[in-house]
């Protein structure tokens, strides 16, 4: 493969090559952690003004090797040259000194100070506090990036946030811009904007490294990729001459399996009643739920869209039982109104749930698998009898579990904590599912896990609503619900929209409903989102 | 009467001094996302270090930089340990105060019984012959000035300047702060070092002018009212200052009832910074604002620079 890539770049004519060196060049970069090889001599050309994608599944190596470019990561073996002289990245100063800088994609922002504090941080020292904030005022209305200076940064939304990060780097005229998934909490619309900022910059000269898994993006935005898979350069490509498929092929490494077919699946009467629920925010960093209604049949699964912190977790919380409101018959399951009951009575019910944090609310990180299975399915499947725990029983539903989805893990008795993200996902995801409820809620299913375990879930999720349970799915990744879902609904500030059916509905709309413009489809909001 | 209340009064400041002083340094030390519960056990330490070196040599300077210099040596000890080898902050800082109060017993053993004059009162000419604010205000020994300077600069640091806005930072994420490249390890380390020094310095002040000479254990729980005052005041150096000096004036209270005979037990008026603090703890936990404006997010959580 690397022999392939080497004779590619070669064989490329290209005039800029030969004029001008590469803005940075990496050679056998290689990096690994206890256990996993995450770079294995991983080789890359960026040039002047160009947005060169770095493009991979989650686990390929992509983000370690941009930690290692902006110095974050000390590389185990390979060599850096900037402008073709070679460099020595030890730290974040360096590479800024460099006019290396990046938004991460978990955000490095100080939520109790404000965004000029913030973006003070990020500067040279020196800079005088009102200077910095005509420069940023400059910025923003240069790039369209609109930002109040003296707002607290837990006040923004995510979009905002990211902005507080662009700008922060925008202003130390950076030569590279290194993005780390930048898209993957943002609504459509934001992504245009971010996009049309993206294309100035490069125009100006910057270059851009641009890591996603999403290929429409990365067709948008990008004119050379290179492609990680497994922490090795499998291809490094001019984007105009290949398609989302045949990206995606040298992405995943094997024949992508088409979505599953939704048709063998026939709604049957209501399990999941959701009627005028309210739940008024107990903090100014919750959402308030405004009047949601949603009705989930047996056999059908339902997919709510939303960008973070638009009240999904209150909703989830609401559902399972964590939070209960008034009256009971807000939420019905079963026909059961059971608003007012914890989570073990709506278990009982028959409601399973699977939150989105894995570690310390999915399962208990420092106990056996053993342990978590009892924690949830103790009650649906009589695992303690007049007090005392069946651990028998117990032991061969947990292994049932392993065996089914086929979860990686030293048995029964390893840590929950000792698992990967994607085993323990897999584990979580399969104790519910095992249980056969007839109602199932599911807060982001694949998020951060490989592509394996994510068709895994996917599978097994297709395959319980075949079986008559009712799903919901909340997850802000728009691909996943579109090959999920039979309807699919948005949220935003805590109002829940109409669920559309998926035949009637395009990803644009879907980004119309979740930035809360209702009634998506009508002629006057079409010029709002068309893609970049 | 205006004799006995401007005598009351100066008891408070002398009673106010050491607090300021401590907790000011934990306030620094908080910030940076440290909690050292070795207050008590650095006080001591300064405490006895002042004395020793006043009885030695009987420079003033020399025994306040001492007891400075003690509180930060054992300070360094606590952030060798926690910054160096990742040791639990709380258990360590606990450790700290136990061993800080034997350590400072077994040097003190032979200068028990000692006597010293106190620190020299410096009279500010022309305003300490004001009456009332004169001798309120200016004629007290070089620490007392030093406390008002000292929340004057702690103020000054954490609003204006840029060091202050990076301490800030690392308490607020430290990975945040690591991503854009600061050394959180040295800052920690140096406001770690800064909070033993200000105990020292309240410890100094206790064995050389509040009450000069050396006791065993003669801190008596000044570096838990300390900690205690940091949470009350919500990591606000003005708050702390007047915290102090409020903390302070309960201490005299109960001291001065005790002697008119109020039928108050002396316990329960010992309580009272404790109970103060509790309650304060509450009602500032109903506003999670509050909360996430000025406290250090980051408090008592280890960091591991490479994840």
């Known amino acids: ?29 290689t990096k690994s952690f206890p256990g996993v090889l995450a770079n294995e001599a991983v080789d890359l050309e960026v040039m002047e003004g160009e947005i060169h994608a770095l493009l991979g599944e989650n686990g390929a190596g992509k983000s370690t090797l941009v930690k290692m ?54 500067v040279e020292r020196g800079t005088d506090k009102s200077e910095l904030e005509n420069r940023i005022v400059e910025i923003s209305n240069r790039y369209g990036l609109p930002l109040d200076p003296g707002r607290h940064v837990y006040t923004l939304s995510v979009g905002e946030r990211q902005r507080i990060e662009i700008i922060r780097c925008l202003l130390q005229n950076p030569k590279l811009l290194v993005m780390d998934e930048p898209t993957s909490v943002l609504t459509p619309q934001e992504v245009t904007k971010l996009f049309e900022t993206l294309n100035r910059l490069s125009e100006e000269g910057v270059a851009i490294l641009y890591i996603s898994h999403k290929l429409n993006e990365i067709k948008a935005l990008c004119r050379k990729a290179t ?14 001459s290949e398609t989302p498929q045949s990206l995606a092929a040298k992405m995943m490494g094997e024949a992508l399996q088409a979505p599953s077919a939704r048709h063998h699946r026939k709604a049957g009467e209501v399990r999941l009643e959701i009627d005028g629920l ?7 960093f919750s959402i308030s739920l405004k009047d949601i209604r949603l009705k989930v049949q047996s056999g059908e699964i339902v997919g709510i869209a939303g960008v973070a912190g638009n009240g999904q977790d209150e909703l989830l919380r609401a559902i399972n039982g964590e939070e209960m409101c008034q009256p009971a018959d807000a939420i019905q399951i079963n026909h059961q109104p059971c608003a007012n009951q914890g989570p073990n009575q709506r278990r009982g019910l028959g409601m399973a749930s699977i939150p989105e944090e894995r570690l310390g609310y999915g399962a208990v990180p420092a106990m056996n698998l053993l342990q978590n299975t009892l924690l949830t399915a103790f009650q649906r499947l009589g695992l303690v009898k007049a007090g005392f725990v069946d651990n028998r029983r117990c032991k061969s539903f947990c292994l049932g579990i392993l065996e089914s989805f086929n979860v990686t893990s030293s ?13 323990l996902q897999k584990f979580i995801v399969g104790r519910e599912i095992n249980q056969t409820p007839s109602v199932l809620v599911v807060s982001q299913p694949t998020w951060g896990v490989d592509a394996g375990a994510a068709q895994t879930i996917h599978h097994a999720l297709h395959k319980l609503a075949e079986n008559g349970t009712a799903i919901l799915v909340i997850s802000q990744d728009l691909d996943e619900l579109m090959g999920l879902c039979d309807r699919i609904a948005a949220i935003c500030s805590g109002t829940l929209t109409r669920a559309a059916p998926v035949s009637e509905i395009t990803i644009e709309q879907i980004g119309m409903m979740m930035a809360g413009i209702e009634n998506p489809g009508t002629e006057k909001s079409q010029d709002v989102c068309q893609p970049g | 009467m205006a004799d006995i209340l401007i005598a009351a009064i100066l008891t408070i400041i002398t009673a106010a001094t050491p607090l300021v002083y401590a907790a000011l340094g934990e306030m620094i030390t908080e910030k940076s996302g440290v909690l050292n519960l070795g207050v008590e056990g650095m006080i001591l330490v300064g405490a006895v270090a002042g004395f020793a070196t006043i009885h030695s040599t009987g420079s003033a300077a020399l025994a306040i930089f001492a007891g400075l210099a003690a509180g930060a040596l054992l300070a360094s000890v606590f952030a060798l340990l926690v910054l160096g080898f990742q040791a639990t902050q709380v258990a360590t800082g606990l450790a700290l105060t136990i061993f800080g109060i034997g350590v400072s017993a077994l040097v003190g053993q032979d200068l028990v019984g000692i006597a010293y004059d106190g620190l020299p009162k410096i009279s500010i000419p022309l305003l300490s012959s004001i009456p009332v604010i004169g001798p309120l205000l200016f004629q007290h020994d070089i620490l007392v000035y ?15 300047t840029r060091p202050g806005l990076v301490l800030r930072a690392v308490g607020n994420s430290h990975d945040a702060a690591h991503a854009i490249g600061y050394p959180v390890i040295r800052i920690r380390y140096m406001a770690i070092l800064f909070g033993g020094a200000m105990a020292g310095l309240a410890g100094a002040y206790l064995s050389l002018a509040y009450s000069p000479l050396w006791i065993e254990n003669m801190s008596a729980g000044r570096g838990w009212i300390a900690l205690a005052l940091v949470v009350f005041a919500t990591w606000r150096p003005w708050r702390v200052f007047f915290g102090a000096y409020l903390f302070g004036g309960i201490t005299i209270f109960q001291l001065h009832a005790q002697a008119f005979g109020v039928g108050v037990p002396a316990q329960i008026m010992s309580m009272l910074p404790y109970l103060a603090t509790i309650v304060v703890l509450v009602i500032i936990s109903r506003d999670i604002n509050k909360i996430k404006l000025n406290a250090p997010m980051c408090i008592g959580k280890p960091f591991h620079p490479t994840a």
């Open chain 1, 1 to 29: 493969m690397e022999s392939a890539f080497g004779a590619l770049s070669k064989t490329m004519p290209h005039d800029q090559t030969r004029m001008m060196p590469p803005l940075l060049q990496l050679q056998g970069m």
């Open chain 1, 278 to 284: 309210h739940n008024t925010a107990t903090d100014q």
């Open chain 1, 227 to 240: 492609i990680l898979r497994n922490g090795k350069v499998v291809a490094s490509v001019e984007v105009e």
């Open chain 2, 146 to 160: 030093g406390s008002f300077a000292l929340v004057f600069l702690v103020a000054w640091f954490l609003k204006n």
């Open chain 1, 411 to 423: 048995g029964v008795l390893a840590e929950a904590g000792s698992l990967s993200g994607g085993n």
């Open chain 1, 69 to 122: 470019i902006y110095g974050i990561l000390k590389p185990d073996a390979g060599v850096m040259s900037w402008k073709n002289a070679p460099v020595n990245i030890q730290n974040p100063a360096v590479a800024r000194a460099l006019g290396i800088v990046m938004v991460f994609q978990h955000f490095s922002l100080f939520d109790s100070m404000s965004v000029l504090e913030n973006i003070a941080l990020g």
